[in-house]
């Protein structure tokens, strides 16, 4: 299936590593020109190196951003119009799992893991919106299953993923008269290496195995390149008619939930 991606300029946000990594480098394989944009500079030139290594140098670029704070945004913004004059494709991965379990965090607490996980998605909507209205270009969400229903993750991860849900779908009508398409994508329990299910089979790996055999009608984690290699379809021309959706890809977990 062709994609159609060649030369299009897209911006993956919390791309140093994991899903967005892998988003990255899908796109690189499709001929796509890619930032990668990342609050932790080491692990961003370690993650340009490679993909640099792999594919054309030029083709990717690295800018270290924290998209809680819009100034940082807006020079992101600056950096990539002088680039490559514009950006059709923004994918809103960055985010963050680690949260406490607590019934009701503390204020400051549930603040921190809110803005980790939903301010940052609308802030970068807010100031590159405006590029992606001038390509007719996409903007996809990526979320989790914990933002669709009540799985016993943490509260404020939760609402913040719910929020992204529902911030994706009423952008999407906005934006839709303006020929932007929005979508979103909900993971379920996705493993890489330095994650969170990683540290989580390390402490305590028969109590993931159960909660795999038992939760999971495929019976193991998703991978990043599966997340990817969605957010790759949704974004090109072969989704052109879909907008306003949310793609659940979580091996079954949710099977009959919805």
Request: glycine letters at 8%.
């Amino acid at each position: 299936m062709e994609f159609n991606l060649e030369k299009k300029r897209v911006l993956v946000t919390g791309s140093s590593r994991g899903i967005g990594f892998a988003i990255a480098k899908d796109f690189l394989s499709e001929g796509a020109r890619v930032v990668i944009a990342s609050r932790n500079q080491n692990e961003l030139e370690q993650a340009r190196t490679e993909l640099g290594n792999e594919f054309s140098a030029d083709m990717v670029l690295a800018y270290p951003c924290d998209f809680r704070i819009t100034e940082q945004i807006r020079t992101l913004t600056s950096y990539i119009l002088q680039s490559w004059g514009g950006l059709d494709i923004l994918l809103a991965n960055v985010g963050s799992g680690k949260s406490v379990t607590d019934t009701i965090p503390e204020k400051e607490h549930f603040d921190a893991v809110f803005s980790q996980n939903f301010d940052v998605a609308v802030n970068a909507a807010r100031e590159l919106m405006p590029l992606l209205k001038d390509s007719k270009g996409n903007m996809l969400f990526i979320s989790s299953i914990a933002g669709m229903e009540a799985f016993g993750a943490p509260v404020d991860y939760s609402v913040a993923k719910t929020a992204v849900i529902s911030f994706a779908k009423n952008l999407a009508r906005k934006v839709a008269k303006d020929g932007v398409r929005v979508n979103c994508i909900s993971p379920g329990n996705v493993f890489f290496e330095g994650g969170n299910w990683d540290e989580r089979i390390k402490t305590n790996p028969v109590q993931i195995k159960r909660l795999l055999e038992t939760t999971v009608p495929m019976n193991r984690f998703g991978t990043p390149e599966e997340i990817a290699d969605a957010a790759v379809f949704l974004c090109s021309e072969r989704a052109a008619f879909i907008t306003g959706s949310v793609l659940v890809i979580d091996g079954g977990q949710t099977v009959g939930v919805f």
